[in-house]
């Protein structure tokens, strides 16, 4: 597969990657080379993806607890002082193997170590092939509120390795579906079609399905790299996808929802309002509902629940003079951003996906 220009990067994919990797290390002769991965990783990739490596420079692997409970400053501090106990200079790259908390934190502890070393992401989740690791956003949650801390800064590549994901359990795999379903629903209906019906589904579907939500997403970023306008429809479910996320991640009494879980229901309620305000159609509201809760289980929400997660929403990173901004759907693939909706139609919307 051709590789694909992002913002002063480039994303690769296939056996490609790892000469392009070695090619890469050995043009620009870093001082010490930093593998960070979490238990999981460490265990299930980095052993494979050691043996790819060809360099004599010294590797040095730092391994970090999984679990989005773990994506905050603590463990960011605990990388620092690694890498500075183990003399990393601003000529060291750091390899970030992991799914999106690997690579959102391995990235923004780069990126602010010595004002920024080099690092290069290998997405090892679905997830985080087609949304964490492209695009530049790095960073860490704040308590139990999403990506309160960051920068923009880009990976000098990033290497897609499909094979990883035979690592994965199912959840997983669905977690990474709900972004890539998103995708489809705010750029491409044709590509929104080719996910609804995922049953036939081979690797080498997978792989080029891979490959055009990463495109999609790509095209976004680099028309708005600072998220001034059509970058923020990549957020289309994620107000309150979001919010409920950080509502289940510290409620003891519920199971903890994984990102693409939450985000499949933030999706449902988003096209609800988006039904009511923006005039998405009724048919394609149903039929977002229903490819949607065909892949994901449908959770239960109390008043209490909804009250909670509405307040957690006047965190979002998109709001602005006091206003909650949502992304909204006029149809498929026809996004409508710097909507402002109403709290009462967000109950109706917890309704409507409770039925």
Request: negative net charge; proline residues 2%.
């Amino acid at each position: 597969m051709k590789s694909i220009t992002s913002v002063n990067n480039i994303i690769v994919f296939g056996q490609e990657i790892y000469s392009q990797l070695n090619a890469y290390i050995k043009d620009n002769q870093p001082s010490k080379l930093f593998l960070l991965v979490d238990e999981h990783t460490q265990t299930h990739c980095a052993p494979y993806f050691l043996q790819q490596l060809e360099t004599d420079i010294s590797i040095e692997i730092i391994e970090i607890e999984a679990g989005e409970e773990h994506k905050n400053i603590t463990t960011c501090s605990g990388v620092w002082q690694t890498l500075s106990e183990l003399d990393a200079d601003r000529k060291s790259l750091m390899l970030n193997l992991g799914g999106g908390v690997v690579t959102d934190l391995g990235g923004f502890v780069a990126s602010t170590f010595k004002r920024g070393i080099s690092y290069i992401n290998i997405p090892t989740t679905l997830l985080a092939m087609v949304d964490a690791s492209v695009g530049g956003k790095t960073g860490v949650d704040l308590g139990n509120l999403k990506n309160q801390v960051g920068v923009i800064s880009n990976a000098e590549m990033v290497l897609i390795d499909v094979g990883y994901l035979a690592t994965l359990p199912q959840n997983e795999m669905k977690s990474g579906l709900a972004e890539m379903l998103k995708h489809g629903l705010i750029q491409d209906l044709l590509y929104w079609k080719k996910m609804s019906d995922l049953s036939q589904l081979s690797i080498t579907d997978l792989e080029q399905l891979i490959y055009d939500s990463v495109v999609i997403k790509n095209n976004v970023v680099k028309e708005d790299i600072n998220e001034n306008g059509i970058r923020k429809t990549l957020n289309f479910g994620h107000t309150l996808g979001h919010a409920i996320e950080s509502y289940f991640l510290t409620n003891t009494a519920k199971k903890k929802l994984l990102h693409g879980e939450a985000i499949a229901i933030g999706m449902i309620l988003a096209a609800y309002i988006s039904n009511k305000n923006t005039g998405l159609p009724k048919e394609e509201l149903t039929e977002i509902k229903t490819v949607l809760l065909q892949t994901f289980n449908k959770v239960n929400f109390d008043e209490k629940d909804i009250k909670e997660i509405i307040e957690l929403m006047k965190y979002d990173k998109k709001n602005s003079h006091g206003n909650i901004n949502f992304v909204l759907l006029e149809k498929i693939g026809q996004p409508k951003i710097d909507c402002i909706v109403t709290n009462n139609l967000i109950y109706e919307a917890f309704a409507f996906y409770a039925e």
